[in-house]
């Protein structure tokens, strides 16, 4: 091939190139799409894009707070529909339930998990449907450190309420704390204890075992006492099958972050071994079973010696 054409067909490859690099060059900022990709940017086209987006955006979001387990936390039907204010327990049965309710927290609930993984104990919590909707994260830590959960309602309201008022709040608890959890309790403590407002009364058609205590700290007290006095409050009044009520949630309980270790540690010192609500009624209807074993009713017409 000559020089002369060498060159010409140089000179058309080049142009061609050029050509090529325009008409991509031009495609791309006639289309943001193009250009956009190139970059990595992906945006919907449309309303209906947008919103197709946000439901996979959302369905993302369920998935980061999916139950961490799938368990029933039941109760022996004995204690379904019924009102419990403590274990009823044998004299060296010495054991005792921690309690914690209003919770989960993003702060304090956090600092008392660490405080019963160190000393390896398991608590009952009793959680606000409305405080597991914020902090679903920390109620799923709760149950993946292998604590129990309870009913604690919806809004935390002393008010009386109807029926569906009653259904409603409780009903709607239990479902956030299985869809969030994975557990399904069987659990309910009435904010502030009370027993006539309706909420109780809907607990019981349930079967929930209603959920008291026989001693607390205080630190739930409008003027909450100090470190010291939370701590004496309970570790005075222990007994076997105590159940003590503490707070996690509801206000600052700094306090009550304070009291545990020391709590634990003297009711560790008197020989008490720490159980879930759960596990104590478990006991307590297993010594009741045992009883009755060893002492069957004698009918009327039946000799005690036969």
């Known amino acids: 091939m000559s020089t002369r054409k060498l060159s010409w067909l140089q000179k058309l490859i080049i142009i061609t190139l050029i050509t090529g690099a325009s008409s991509l060059g031009i495609s791309l ?6 250009f956009e990709h190139l970059l990595g940017i992906v945006k919907p086209k449309s309303e209906s894009a947008k919103a197709s987006q946000n439901k996979l955006m ?5 998935q980061n707070i999916s139950p961490a387990t799938d368990q029933m936390n039941e109760v022996p ?3 379904q529909g019924t009102i419990v204010y403590q274990g009823k ?4 049965e010495k054991v005792i339930a921690l ?5 989960p927290g993003p702060k304090n609930t956090a600092q008392i998990l660490e405080i ?21 994260q920390v109620a799923k830590q709760v149950a993946a450190d292998g604590h129990v959960i309870g009913n604690h309602t919806w809004h935390h309201w002393y008010r009386r309420m109807d029926v569906a008022t009653a259904a409603s709040e409780i009903d709607r608890t239990a479902e956030i704390i299985y869809k969030t959890t994975g557990e399904k309790t069987t659990l309910f403590r009435p904010p502030g204890g009370f027993l006539n407002n309706g909420l109780v009364k809907y607990a019981e058609n349930e079967k929930y075992a209603v959920m008291m205590w026989s001693e607390e700290s205080g630190d739930a007290e409008r003027r909450s006492p100090q470190v010291p006095m939370l701590i004496k409050n309970v570790l005075k009044y222990a007994k076997p099958g105590a159940i003590v009520l503490m707070h996690d949630g509801g206000g600052n309980r700094s306090k009550s972050v304070k009291a545990l270790p020391e709590i634990i540690a003297g009711l560790k010192s008197q ?5 879930t609500i759960p596990q104590l009624l478990e006991m307590q209807a297993q010594e009741q079973h045992l009883a009755e074993v060893a002492s069957p009713m004698v009918t009327r017409d039946e000799h005690p010696n036969n």
């Open 271 to 275: 020989g008490y071994r720490f159980v």
């Open 77 to 79: 039907k004995s204690f």
């Open 58 to 62: 959302s369905a993302s979001a369920q």
């Open 116 to 136: 019963l993984k160190k000393n390896d104990i398991k608590a009952t919590f009793f959680m606000i449907g409305e405080m597991v909707k914020y902090f679903p």
């Open 29 to 34: 900022l006639l289309t943001t799409s193009g």
């Open 99 to 103: 309690t914690f309710d209003d919770g």
């Open 89 to 92: 327990l044998k004299a060296n």
